[in-house]
């Protein structure tokens, strides 16, 4: 497939909040993002295959990567019927029937546990179905022959890989800046070809709200962290570049040239010898913007109970949570403070997370019984403007909501993990 239109790649656990956020997207925005849903570990295969239904009813007719979710597994492990889709007998053969069954997924290697040999054979299996396939790096599970991996990868079609460098969870992106750079550093060169997409993906949504009262900006620096990435890219492989011709060449190397990087990705060079414009040339890696889609990864057995209603709505660079558990605010209270605050509220972007969080600060009962009612509602409204601002970052969204299919709304409640 062609990466030209793999703008943003949302990350996106199996949950009914998510698939539902991701079904009322307006077809254009579905079309500027490529998510990565992550199935359990273990699974009763029927649940599998609904779900796979599910997703591309959601997801109509796109391709979407599919991995397995690492960070969760069902609390009970001895229920019976279940197939582990990360055993390594007879080559992965649960999770390889699994992408069978759809033409639109673009698999992940599974990695663990995995002999170089397996991996190989398992690209080669990837390879015979024509598919797309994508070496994702998470930050809590690092592949513990990853140079090998690299090495492996390097022998095979460019065109058909996607590299995922997944930092999870943490409090602040920037405190993951020194652990990207380096992976990617480590990356592009020697072994990957320039032309491979490289895919930067963490989250900073919050775990805990109970200091939160009243409305509540929680900022978020993915984009910040991923601009400043782009341009330390920039300039250290110029930098590479530079030195590695200039020991074969017969320019001075050291006070002619200053690089510098312009804080957009973008490297300006100040030279007194016309010479090294023509050293420094080089393909840029392609970088592409991810994260959890304002959510984070799951904890096993991970259950939130008895939390007070709260309305979450995104903006570019900042979630703001509108609860208060003294004044006993419920969905609608809460709804109503935060379209109230004209400083946070857009209300123009014309899409179902959006109207969602609408209906429930209406005065009229009936609106509000067909707004945000529950907590997994509030989850799928504010996932939906998340991705939808994400998928326009820093350009003009159309505002008028354009739904691909009929939808039956009873079937996303159909599987549980």
């Given at each position: 497939m ?12 199996l949950q009914?909040?998510?698939v539902?956020?991701?079904r009322h997207l ?5 079309g500027?993002?490529t998510p ?9 295969p ?5 779900s796979l239904e ?5 997801y ?6 599919l991995?397995?979710d ?9 229920q019976s019927?279940?197939?582990?889709l ?22 992940c290697?599974q990695?663990e546990a995995q002999s170089?040999?397996d991996?190989e054979n398992q690209?080669?299996?990837?390879e015979?179905m024509?598919?797309t396939?994508c070496?994702?790096?998470?930050r809590d599970?690092p592949?513990?022959n ?6 492996l990868?390097?022998?095979f ?5 996607v590299i995922?460098?997944?930092g999870?969870?943490?409090e ?5 800046e020194?652990?990207?750079?380096d992976?990617?550093i480590s ?8 032309d ?7 989250t900073s949504?919050p775990?805990?709200?109970s200091?939160?009262q009243?409305i509540?900006r929680v900022p978020?620096?993915?984009?910040s ?6 341009a ?10 530079y ?5 074969n ?6 006070s002619q040239?200053?690089?510098?990087s312009?804080g957009?990705g973008r ?5 007194k010898?016309a010479?090294?414009?023509?050293l420094?040339q080089?393909?840029q890696?392609?970088l592409?913007?991810g994260?959890?889609?304002?959510t984070r ?22 979630w703001?949570v509108?609860r208060?558990?003294n004044?006993?605010?419920g969905?609608?209270?809460?709804a109503?403070?935060m ?5 946070v509220?857009c209300?123009n ?12 600060a ?9 707004g945000?009612?529950t907590?997994p509602?509030?989850?799928a409204?504010?996932?939906n403007?998340?991705?939808?601002r994400?998928?326009?970052y ?10 691909d299919?009929?939808?039956?709304e ?8």
């Open positions: 062609s990466f030209d239109r793999m703008q943003y790649v949302p990350t996106l656990p009914s909040s998510g539902m956020a991701v307006p077809k254009v925005t579905k500027r993002m990565c849903f992550l199935f359990p570990q273990r699974a009763k029927v649940h599998l295959s609904r599910i997703i591309e009813r959601a109509h007719q796109r391709r979407y990567f991995d397995i690492r960070h969760y597994s069902p609390v009970n492990k001895a019927g279940f197939v582990n990360n055993v390594s007998d007879n080559g992965l053969s649960s999770w390889t029937s699994l992408i069978e069954q759809s033409e639109w997924i673009m698999p290697l990695t170089i040999q991996i690209i080669k299996v990837y015979t024509g598919r396939y070496f994702r790096i998470l599970f592949p513990l990853m140079v090998a991996i690299l090495n990868l390097s022998k079609d460019p065109s058909k890989l995922f460098l997944e999870g969870w943490t602040d992106s920037f405190q993951l020194s652990w990207f750079r992976l990617l990356i592009i060169s020697p072994n990957i070809d320039p491979v997409p490289i895919v930067i993906s963490c949504w775990k805990a709200f200091s939160m009243g509540t978020f620096s993915n984009r962290l991923f601009q400043n990435l782009k330390d890219l920039s300039l250290s492989l110029v930098k590479k570049s030195e590695a011709q200039v020991a060449s017969d320019v001075s190397y050291g040239t200053e690089l510098k312009d957009m490297v300006a060079h100040s030279s010898n010479q090294v414009q023509e420094v080089l393909g890696p392609r592409i913007y994260d959890w889609g304002s990864p799951r904890g096993t057995g991970q259950i939130a109970q008895n939390q007070p209603p709260r309305i979450d709505y995104p903006t570019a660079d900042a703001y509108a208060n558990k004044e006993n605010w969905f609608h209270e809460a109503a403070k379209v109230g605050n004209a400083g509220w209300g972007l014309g899409i179902w997370g959006e109207d969602m969080i609408l209906r429930s209406s005065r009229y009962p009936f609106h509000q019984k067909l945000v009612t907590a509602k509030n989850v409204a504010r996932i403007i998340h991705l939808h994400q998928a326009f820093d350009e003009a969204a159309p505002g008028a909501l354009d739904l299919e009929d939808w039956e009873q079937l996303i409640n159909q599987f549980n993990f």
